[in-house]
């Protein structure tokens, strides 16, 4: 890994502690009135969730930005030129680091043995990124998912300051959300394996070598099973609501109301 790599993953990792120390609480006492009134240990998880949105956002409208205009990443993606990637992924790796020391500092509050494994098993396939260059096409494709993550941060956001399940906000966010997820992370599967089927046994493939070969392969796999298994229990429950909606408009008496989607999603896209 060169220096300007090394010099990103310190930055990216200060600024994130930053914003989650300093900027985000003075940014939410302004701007939401029922921050003020949350228990302490709800400060510390909205302020994370906070900084998750703000990371999604710089990552994956550069994600963006790559796919659509980097012609060297789109020509060859196993060996093509990684520079913006590497940038890319270098800020994503900060911000990894940044939530792993996080979740042991509030362990107790907020720690989760699979969250850790995910960032974990993120940082070791983006290594290979970084100090090898190799996949570029591939880190950046992933990197995509992350525009659904502001929209399950805001879910949270609604319910954690109270607002009704079947209020015009938080119904258009659940719709929004379920709309972004499969847009960024379902409906582009059969695109990137599509990809991923015409690279295998290329030359290119070959001189991955097999450390790389594997950890794109399976981490590949393991997200997308996920991911399809969080879209079945958003969907579900976007329905729920939706139908309690309209029971409601009907003058029928609603259901109980589910949330939107399961806690591990709530917790674990990032």
């Known amino acids: 890994m060169e220096m300007r790599e090394w010099s990103v993953v310190a930055g990216s990792f200060a600024g994130f502690q930053l914003l989650f120390s300093i900027v985000c609480p003075l940014l939410s006492r302004a701007l939401a009135p029922g921050y003020s009134r949350l228990a302490p240990g709800k400060h510390t998880e909205w302020n994370s969730r906070l900084v998750s949105t703000i990371h999604a956002l710089i990552v994956g409208l550069f994600c963006l930005y790559i796919l659509w205009f980097d012609d060297a990443v789109n020509a060859d993606p196993v060996w093509g030129d990684p520079r913006l990637v590497k940038l890319n992924v270098a800020i994503t790796c900060g911000y990894l680091l940044y939530d792993l020391l996080l979740l042991a500092c509030n362990w107790s509050s907020m720690g989760d043995s699979f969250f850790v494994c995910h960032h974990l098993a993120a940082l070791y396939a983006y290594g290979y990124v970084l100090s090898r ?48 997820f499969f847009l960024v992370r379902i409906a582009v599967i059969p695109s990137y394996y599509s990809k991923v089927v015409a690279t295998v046994g290329t030359p290119a493939f070959t001189r991955l070598g097999l450390g790389p070969q594997v950890a794109w392969i399976l981490s590949s796999v393991c997200l997308d099973v996920l991911n399809s298994i969080w879209m079945y229990k958003i969907g579900r429950g976007l329905y729920k609501v939706l139908a309690n909606v309209v029971r409601k408009g009907e003058g029928g008496r609603p259901e109980k109301q589910n949330h939107l989607s399961c806690s591990h999603v709530n917790n674990h896209l990032d």
Do not use: H
């Not at 109270?162 to 972004?180: D, F, H």
């Open 133 to 180: 260059g190799v996949l570029p096409y591939f880190a950046n494709f992933r990197l995509i998912s992350e525009l659904s993550t502001p929209f399950v941060n805001q879910r949270w956001f609604f319910e954690v300051l109270s607002y009704p399940r079947s209020g015009n906000l938080v119904v258009a966010n659940g719709v929004a959300m379920t709309v972004a």
